[in-house]
């Protein structure tokens, strides 16, 4: 008995020790993370809870405002501009995204060719993604100028009549489509990544049953890209939803010719910061968060039947 006294006395401080130690790593833990737990609590919690308040409110900025219920709700129905920007902004997703990931997948399809220089054909691909978004529309702006463009003045040595891109309510979404596909060069860098992550066995199989090159591309290389495809579906939709620093840049705000260019993000910010109607605005930017939700949320109900994984 004595014996077993005695151990259990040995036992205890070094339990004690153990448990002030690990107290210590865990206060040492909280320590580190504090910044990031007081930003993340700050700058967005805080604002994230605050908006679904003033979405009920008349807020202004400048004025606390008063509860007005649902009535921000129901105005955003009765707005045209409204609706003319969810139009505007559904169309630009619904071409873009797909063309998006076509050329992105046929571009890392080239640049994942084993030829000399390599390394600088994709650099060149890679560095308009690294040009800020403004100076990208100033210099896409000098391109399409109807007048004195470069683009024109190619179409002109064919003998073709360039459009009036920036001008012209049939061509200026077009044009932002295209200014836009200009910088997917982001999305070739993780499509390269996805192709180098396919093991060459596949293709030495395919090629051992007389496999041609459309064949290992449509049975090989495309099924098993899909994961990345899938990632960048998810994240070209969301930001394609969030479009606002070229055309807002393009028309300095106005969203002209007839409000073609008046994106969702636009009108939101005009209303925040321009009418200063932050309860209006707190209302669409809900909105916009229930319609990249459910968006997101089908292309995960459906990707079950599409994306294909190594592993299963």
């Known amino acids: 008995m004595a014996e077993v006294t005695k151990g259990t ?5 070094v339990i004690v020790k153990r448990k002030m130690l690990s107290t210590k790593s865990n206060l040492h833990g909280w320590l580190f993370a504090s910044p990031w737990i007081i930003g993340l609590l700050v700058f967005f919690a805080f604002p994230l809870i605050a908006s679904i308040y003033f979405s009920f409110t008349s807020y202004s900025i400048l004025q606390p405002g008063e ?3 649902s009535k921000n709700y129901q105005d955003l129905f009765k707005d045209d501009l409204f609706w003319t920007s969810i139009y505007n902004t559904i169309y630009f997703t619904i071409i873009f995204v797909p063309l998006g990931i076509i050329f992105g997948v046929s571009l890392a399809m080239l640049l994942n060719m084993k030829i000399k220089g390599m390394g600088i054909y994709r650099t060149i691909f890679f560095l308009p993604t690294l040009v800020p978004h403004v100076a990208l529309a100033v210099l896409w702006m000098w391109l399409l ?14 003998g073709l009549q360039g459009p009036n891109w920036l001008g012209s309510e049939a ?21 390269l990544a996805g192709l180098n992550d396919i093991p060459e066995e596949f293709y030495e199989a395919a090629e051992v049953d007389g496999a041609n090159w459309w064949q290992k591309t449509r049975h090989v290389t495309l099924p098993l ?3 990345v495809i899938f990632f960048n579906l998810v994240m070209g ?12 840049t393009m028309t300095q705000g106005q969203g002209t010719p007839a409000n073609s260019l008046t994106f969702y993000v636009m009108h939101l910010y005009d209303n925040a910061f321009k009418f200063f109607r932050m309860g209006y605005a707190s209302a669409m930017a809900w909105i916009l968060f229930i319609i990249i939700m459910s968006l997101t949320a089908l292309i995960f109900m ?3 039947r599409w994306v294909h994984y190594q592993g299963k």
């Open 171 to 191: 061509w200026s979404k077009p044009s932002l489509i295209l200014m836009s596909l200009w910088g997917i060069g982001q999305s070739v860098i993780i499509y």
């Open 145 to 158: 100028n109807p007048g004195f463009g470069l683009v024109n003045g190619l179409l002109d040595v064919v």
């Open 237 to 248: 939709a969301i930001g394609a939803f969030q479009q606002f620093t070229l055309p807002y």
């Open 9 to 13: 006395r040995v036992q205890q401080p």
């Open 225 to 227: 890209l899909t994961p």
């Open 302 to 304: 459906t990707s079950n």
């Open 67 to 69: 509860f007005v219920g």
